[in-house]
């Protein structure tokens, strides 16, 4: 079955830079569009943005503005989330989500989730 295995994340100053990986297994890449998403504690599940099945077209969350890039190497079955200028209130654990879907806002519309990975922005 499908299976999404996550890398990346830790712990980085403000202002520094993460680059988040994403694995897909079990079935072809490009069926999926992917998303990425984040949740503090005592807060809601949050959009970060998406990527549709053949990376012509990305989509980002409101408090990105410009500083994160989401993109998809078909021939390693995996998609990244690479953030720069990170601020404190990055600091959330971040997964990412498949779906064959048009729609990469929607967490009900994913199908396969990641187990998730904690970034921490602190100085």
Not at 104 to 109: C, E, G, H
């Amino acid at each position: 079955q499908v299976q999404l295995v996550q890398s990346g994340g830790g712990l980085v100053q403000p202002g520094g830079s993460l680059r988040l990986s994403c694995v897909v297994s079990g079935r072809s890449f490009e069926d999926f569009a992917m998303g990425w998403f984040r949740q503090a504690p005592g807060k809601e599940r949050e959009y970060v943005g998406g990527i549709n099945w053949y990376g012509t077209k990305t989509d980002y969350g409101d408090f990105v503005k410009g500083r994160f890039t989401i993109s998809r190497d078909n021939a390693k079955n995996t998609v990244f989330l690479q953030m720069n200028s990170l601020k404190l209130e990055d600091t959330a654990v971040y997964y990412c989500a498949a779906g064959p879907i048009l729609e990469t806002d929607i967490p009900r519309l994913y199908d396969y989730w990641g187990q998730g990975t904690q970034v921490t922005v602190s100085s």
